[in-house]
């Protein structure tokens, strides 16, 4: 034993109990653990009833493996994964792609690009449900925007963007991208302008210029980030509902449902919410490993730039 310890055992009978109370206090004595306890009660009060309490109920609906049966023999479960894994793979691949190149374009320092810099955020300030209603309306087939320039530049009739799988899978990829991309731009801006400029100096000095400066200097120091951001992107597509559902509505014949549509769809409007929770249930297997890695890389690898 230490002194310490010894002090202790040698001292009156409460002496280790209160040590161990102090000890779970954090050090805080009186009013300041009062306080402490009257500010942190609110707030696990509610994360038990609005994260804990919906979680579990949500589990014990869709545990049934009879739900999950019903499911895989239903052809429109398995076009709708397939749905999911297009969406999200192109969606969030090809945005986060075109975010990091743009990233560059808009480090630019002249008035036009900071001009432009404001109109191309446009998309993402705005609220989702008017984007995705808008979108919705630009691909109509009589008189959405983009059949009548067809019309009025060729003088040819456009497609009827919304009646087949293909393109109307094709347009909730498109105005997905469109509404989310200038967030992720801004994310990976902060990250450009955050690279210390004697780097970039060096490399001149060194002769790596243009290409071979982004090769060897920007895309090493933002490779983490750019994953971090892949991964939370896709976490969160993976639960996206706003775009799909207002932009084709799953249609034509719900042959453009996801996940997340066919979950409010089977929930809400088919009247079975089982069956919609374990619709949902059902992205956990890679949901889950995802957080997971997710919060390993945040918490063992050092965003430096």
Excluded at 61 to 89: E, I
Excluded at 224 to 245: E, H, K, P, R
Excluded at 248 to 270: K, N, Y
């Amino acid at each position: 034993m230490d002194g310490t310890q010894q002090a202790l055992v040698a001292g009156p009978p409460g002496a280790i109990a209160r040590l161990r109370r102090r000890g779970w206090r954090r050090g805080l004595r009186g009013s300041e653990y009062n306080w402490a306890i009257a500010f942190t009660v609110p707030y696990a009060a509610i994360f038990l009833a609005f994260v804990v309490y919906p979680v579990c109920f949500g589990l014990w609906m869709g545990h049934s493996p009879a739900l999950y049966r019903d499911l895989f023999n239903d052809g429109t479960y398995l076009r709708t994964v397939v749905n999911t894994l297009l969406y999200v793979g192109i969606g969030v691949n090809v945005k986060m792609f075109f975010a990091f190149l743009l990233s560059g374009f808009f480090m630019r320092r002249k008035w036009w690009v900071r001009a432009l810099f404001l109109i191309y955020i446009l998309p993402w300030a705005m609220p989702a449900l008017p984007t995705a209603v808008s979108f919705h309306w630009l691909l109509n087939g009589q008189w959405g925007l983009f059949n009548n320039l067809l019309y009025f530049l060729f003088g040819i009739d456009g497609p009827i963007w919304l009646n087949s799988r293909g393109t109307a899978l094709a347009s909730n990829i498109v105005a997905y991208i469109w509404k989310f991309m200038p967030f992720w731009t801004v994310i990976f801006l902060a990250g450009r302008m955050a690279i210390p400029r004697e780097l970039y100096e060096a490399a001149d000095v060194d002769g790596a210029t243009g290409y071979r400066r982004f090769r060897y200097v920007t895309v090493p120091l933002l490779a983490n980030l750019y994953l971090i951001c892949t991964l939370l992107s896709t976490v969160f597509t993976v639960g996206d509902f706003t775009t799909v559902y207002f932009v084709s509505g799953g249609g034509p014949a719900m042959s453009t449902d996801v996940l997340a549509t066919l979950g409010i769809r089977e929930a809400f409007i088919v009247a079975r919410p089982n069956l919609g929770v374990a619709v949902v249930m059902t992205a956990l297997p890679v949901l889950i490993p995802l957080v997971i890695y997710l919060m390993r890389k945040l918490r063992t690898t050092e965003v430096q730039l």
